[in-house]
């Protein structure tokens, strides 16, 4: 594992961005929730880069995630509304990772951001549960040799919290 460095010396050939709609970050381990609810990302957190300050520029989660992936606020990247499509020539993180010669997917359970990852080398957008969805992360990830790369994993299911409630 690679240390967090700062400035140009710092090179990172396996990037994967992790994003996890609605999910409160107040009720994240990593984030200073008393019980361990998150073993996974917390493993994650501990080996990478864990954002303690981030802000939405809007509550939509195409229009949110363009923003993430361009550094562009919704009125600028143009993706205003779930559904709408990144412009096919978008500065995102995918293409500029791709021109440093990165491999780029994307594994999203929610089909319309596959709009927003017009320029991954790779996607895979479903309405698939988020197992399956890191499942096909792992299957690309597998696949070797893949270095550097970009992985862009984005889960959807805390919006179908009542499809996977227990009844106790």
């Not at 010396?9 to 994240?28: G, K, N, P, Q, S």
């Not at 890191?134 to 919006?159: I, S, T, Y």
Request: glycine share 6%; hydrophobic share 40%.
């Amino acid at each position: 594992d690679q240390e967090f460095a700062h400035g140009p010396e710092a090179r990172y050939e396996r990037v994967v961005l992790v994003t996890i709609d609605t999910l409160r970050a107040d009720h994240v381990s990593c984030y200073g929730y008393p019980r361990e609810t998150t073993p996974f990302l917390d493993s994650l957190a501990r080996r990478g880069v864990l954002f303690t300050q981030a802000n939405a520029t809007i509550s939509h989660t195409a229009p949110s995630h363009s923003s993430m992936l361009t550094g562009l606020p919704p009125l600028v990247h143009g993706v205003l509304h779930n559904g709408y499509q990144m412009d096919a020539d978008a500065v995102d993180l995918a293409r500029v990772f791709a021109a440093a010669g990165f491999e780029t997917a994307a594994c999203v359970n929610t089909e319309f951001l596959a709009g927003v990852a017009r320029s991954f080398q790779s996607v895979h957008a479903s309405t698939a549960r988020g197992e399956e969805v890191v499942r096909l992360a792992k299957e690309w990830l597998d696949e070797k040799p893949r270095q550097p790369f970009f992985l862009w994993v984005h889960l959807f299911d805390p919006h179908r919290w009542k499809d996977f409630a227990v009844e106790i």
